[in-house]
């Protein structure tokens, strides 16, 4: 078990941050899109800057597409299957991609990036399906020891999720996971959420909820596909979480480290002090890139 409590020097400006995503009424914003069914399921394509930096192919799996990225220059060998956030309901944004450009600038890994099936239309079955189809063709082309996966928010759940799957079928795992402000359970049930609440200026509980519901679909909301926390967690690749304080999903990870550390199994865990919802993906903040030097390490000392 390898704990990393992150205290950067001064979290005033992400403090800051924090503060203007509250008065933007973003969680508003997020509850109200539940409430009317107005699901932003149209990604948002690669920025214009990424077609003059990088190689990029757009490919197509069991009908839906996915993006490789690659540097032009020098690339390594390890792939990262990059899953976004957007809590089963909402597609890649801008801010996704602002990351996934500073991971391959920094560590000239090559990134897919799949348009994974969303809910309502789809439930937690059809995305698997999906990411099956997607990550069995991937294997063979790209060995599983140069494969890592990384998600955030909802991503890092499907992240967690899908390796116990890949698992439990004794499928080939991928090196690592990386899991960045990780929803590990759909359920939002854990008593110390609601202490976390007030400092939250993102995520909304009852719209979590809700959307969790949709993404489940019949499925009992406590099974790991869509709540990892509650799963097998032996045997699965090194993992990686990312968490802030401020952050009503922190109370899941801290659970989920400690699970891990009870049954010593490997993790390496990364908190940040007042840091809200996937700051990380906010990527000028100081925090921001502190932690995406962290992340960068950890692919680097995965190749093989």
Not at 60 to 74: A, D
Not at 158 to 163: H, V, Y
Not at 196 to 212: E, Q, S
Not at 244 to 267: Q, S
């Amino acid at each position: 078990m390898n704990n990393k409590e992150n205290l950067p020097g001064s979290a005033f400006r992400g403090q800051l941050y924090g503060f203007f995503l509250g008065i933007s009424g973003i969680k508003r914003h997020f509850r109200r899109m539940l409430d009317r069914g107005a699901y932003p399921d149209q990604p948002d394509p690669p920025p214009g800057r990424f077609y003059k930096d990088y190689a990029i192919n757009e490919n197509l799996v069991e009908g839906r597409r996915y993006w490789k990225i690659s540097p032009r220059e020098n690339p390594s060998r390890k792939n990262v299957l990059y899953l976004h956030g957007g809590a089963y309901v909402t597609n890649i944004k801008s801010i996704h991609w602002d990351l996934i450009g500073e991971l391959i600038s920094r560590t000239g890994v090559r990134v897919i990036v799949p348009d994974y099936p969303l809910a309502p239309t789809a439930n937690f079955r059809v995305t698997y399906d999906f990411l099956a189809a997607l990550y069995n063709h991937l294997i063979q082309e790209i060995s599983p020891g140069n494969l890592a996966i990384i998600g955030d928010s909802a991503g890092g759940g499907l992240a967690l999720g899908f390796a116990q799957q890949l698992r439990n079928f004794s499928l080939p795992l991928p090196s690592q996971l990386i899991l960045l402000s990780p929803w590990l359970d759909i359920t939002m049930t854990n008593p110390a959420v609601s202490e976390i609440v007030p400092y939250d200026k993102i995520l909304d509980v009852p719209a979590l909820i809700k959307a969790g519901k949709a993404y489940a679909g019949d499925l009992d909301p406590r099974d790991f596909r869509v709540s990892p926390i509650y799963g097998d967690l032996q045997n699965l690749p090194p993992i990686s979480l990312f968490i802030g304080t401020h952050e009503v999903l922190m109370p899941d990870a801290r659970k989920f480290k400690d699970l891990m550390n009870r049954n010593d199994f490997r993790l390496n865990y990364y908190e940040y002090p007042h840091m809200f919802h996937v700051w990380i993906t906010i990527t000028r903040l100081p925090e921001a890139r502190q932690a995406i030097d962290q992340v960068a390490n950890l692919l680097r000392e995965s190749e093989i």
